[in-house]
Nanobody, 125 residues
Framework: QVQLVESGGGLVQAGDSLRLSCAAS????????LAWFRQAPGKEREFVAAIGGSGTFTRYSDSVKGRFTISRDNAKNTVFLQMNSLKPEDAAVYYC??????????????????WGRGTQVTVSS
């Protein structure tokens, strides 16, 4: 069982940066691949970025590639999402997710076993 708690969301202006964190419980943090998804009002939850258990492999959606960076600190049981050059279309609730498929960086919601409650990111134009 893994519990995930996101933090770091807020209101920013277009072009600003924001860093999200997700703290996980449990002693086998490195056994999970982790991902960030987001969901805007009236839209489906969409993949943002994923990172494998060791942190070596990452994957990004085309919409954030080059602007967002996912990283993890296995010693602190935390995964991060550095978001730069934010756009109004990045506004959403951002969710952290964990998958037992530690060697894969997958973009499907169905691949993830545990979810946090989300943190709101609002971007004003």
């Amino acid at each position: 069982q893994v519990q995930l708690v996101e933090s770091g969301g807020g209101l920013v202006q277009a072009g600003d940066s924001l860093r999200l964190s997700c703290a996980a419980s449990g002693r086998t943090f490195s056994s999970y691949s982790l991902a960030w998804f987001r969901q805007a009002p009236g839209k489906e939850r969409e993949f943002v970025a994923a990172i494998g258990g060791s942190g070596t492999f990452t994957r990004y959606s085309d919409s954030v590639k080059g602007r967002f960076t996912i990283s993890r600190d296995n010693a602190k049981n935390t995964v991060f999402l550095q978001m730069n050059s934010l756009k109004p279309e990045d506004a959403a609730v951002y969710y952290c997710a964990a998958s037992q498929l530690r060697y894969y960086v997958l973009g499907s919601v169905h691949a993830y076993d545990y979810w946090g409650r989300g943190t709101q990111v609002t971007v004003s134009s």
